[in-house]
């Protein structure tokens, strides 16, 4: 679990829920989990943040690959469901997490839009959102980048390591 080994950082798992764009529950655990080498980078990046009044809040992290085929029957869009029949999702490599700010004390910080919004507001381009919540996304662009993450551009909350993986079909987090 990327608690254990990250301290300070927070967790809300949307598809732990019904607090998704699905209306419903995907999977049914609440820890996040990932890869140790990506779990380590996560780690700098809550170290630096943390100097700077903020934590890392983590929406998604590994993803079952069944939960990827139940989003797919969901949204079948590419832009923002990986198709499972096309290579998965790397959410299913353990690489790939989606995070926000928060403050310290668990504030969600002002970003460019909520979790799993679907519109232009979510991509990179932060020209069309205000000043602050464009800083804000910046600054966990930057932070993620300069750990080893790779950005989304058409999610501002969505970064994989750096390092690849294979599809992890067998691990169930929790059994």
Known sequence: MVTDYVPGIQVDLKYAGEDNFTGQVIYDFSEAYLRYSTIQKLA???EILSAEGYSLLIWDAFRPVEAQFRLWEVCPNPVYV???ERGYSSHSRGNTVDVTLALEDGTPAEMPT???DFSPLADRNYSDVPEIPAANAR???DV?????FQP????WWHFS???SY???ADFVPGK
């Open 166 to 168: 294979p599809v992890e």
């Open 44 to 46: 700098a990046v809550q």
């Open 161 to 163: 390591d750096t390092d």
């Open 139 to 141: 600054l966990l662009e």
């Open 144 to 148: 993620m980048a300069d750990c080893g």
């Open 114 to 116: 909520g979790f799993d």
């Open 82 to 84: 990986a198709n499972p």
């Open 152 to 155: 989304y551009s058409g999610e």
